[in-house]
């Protein structure tokens, strides 16, 4: 196969957190990835913003609320999760419904900011343009 | 150019099997390389021996198998994803205390690491699904 190197990897979630795999089975994907040490981000657009909503509660639905596993990316340098501003309004949310998602920035004295960063449709459109492998899900 | 291909949806319900292994062939065929296929959430169904479509209908395990087989692709079955839908080979339905195996010949199951391998070591990833 080819030479290895980096490469920018970006894993697309488009659908709901529950009520389908899809969101589940793209989480565990990023977390064996991160052990490749590629260049990660994660995009969320369409109903996959509501994956980022604090205070999921899956008691009725008797499935597992993995919502808390986005919380320990950081831990695994993956730090890069871009919210799609259009999908959050589409759907009568802001940032505020997002649940709190920190890393360590080791080049900042360990200071700690926020792995979330809501950006614009065109925007969005940018970051595809500018990957090597998408995977969607 | 080197392909690698992931299958996303499971077969006849869906066409995302049928699509990628026309993809593939179609590749083949114009000189271009398929190392590896990864089947994942329900692609991993693909990789029954145990489907029985109607005589005037593809199989399309066996299609799968026989195109694995005349040009070396590795046909790659994520674990966790195959646990969860019941697709075993004799060594985890052992492990697990099943009664019986099903995968079919020319897959194998491994883990998620080959998909992200094969998203580093090729030129393009296709994803076939919804």
Same mark, same amino acid.
């Given at each position: 196969?080819m030479e290895?190197?980096?490469k920018?990897?970006l ?10 795999? +899809? ?7 990023v977390?064996i ?8 981000s994660l995009a ?7 994956q980022?909503?604090?205070d ?14 986005f919380?320990?990316?950081?831990? +695994?340098?993956?730090?890069? $999760? ?27 004295d ?11 449709r ?12 998408? $995977?969607?899900? | 150019? @080197? ?22 062939k ?25 489907t ?16 694995? @087989? /005349?040009?070396g692709i ?9 646990q ?5 080979? /004799? ?6 205390? @099943? ?21 580093i ?10």
């Amino acid at each position: 196969m080819m030479e290895e190197g980096v490469k920018k990897f970006l894993y697309v979630n488009r659908k709901a957190p529950y009520g389908t795999i +899809y969101a589940l089975e793209a989480l565990e994907v990023v977390l064996i990835g991160a052990a490749f040490d590629q260049d990660v981000s994660l995009a969320f657009l369409d109903d996959g913003v509501f994956q980022l909503t604090r205070d999921q509660n899956t008691d009725g639905v008797g499935v597992k609320n993995f919502s808390p596993t986005f919380r320990a990316l950081g831990d +695994y340098d993956v730090n890069k $999760l871009y919210v799609e501003r259009e999908s959050l309004e589409e759907r009568g949310l802001t940032a505020d419904d997002l649940q709190e998602i920190v890393y360590e920035d080791e080049d900042d004295d360990w200071a700690e900011k926020p792995s979330i960063r809501i950006i614009s449709r065109a925007e969005m459109a940018d970051l595809m343009h500018d990957q090597d492998v998408i $995977l969607s899900f | 150019m @080197k392909f690698g291909i992931v299958v996303s949806e499971g077969p006849y319900t869906h066409e995302a099997s049928d699509t990628a292994y026309n993809f593939v062939k179609a590749a083949i065929e114009a000189g271009h390389e398929v190392p590896r296929v990864f089947f994942y959430h329900d692609g991993v169904n693909v990789g029954t021996r145990l489907t029985v479509p109607p005589q005037d209908d593809r199989n399309i395990q066996v299609n799968w198998t026989n195109l694995a @087989k /005349e040009h070396g692709i590795d046909l790659v079955v994520c674990i966790a994803a195959a646990q969860r839908r019941g697709i075993l080979d /004799e060594n985890e339905a052992k492990r697990q205390g @099943k009664d019986a195996d099903n995968i079919a010949e020319g897959f194998r199951i491994s883990g998620l690491g080959q998909l992200i391998e094969m998203g580093i070591q090729t030129d393009r990833l296709m994803m076939f699904g919804d």
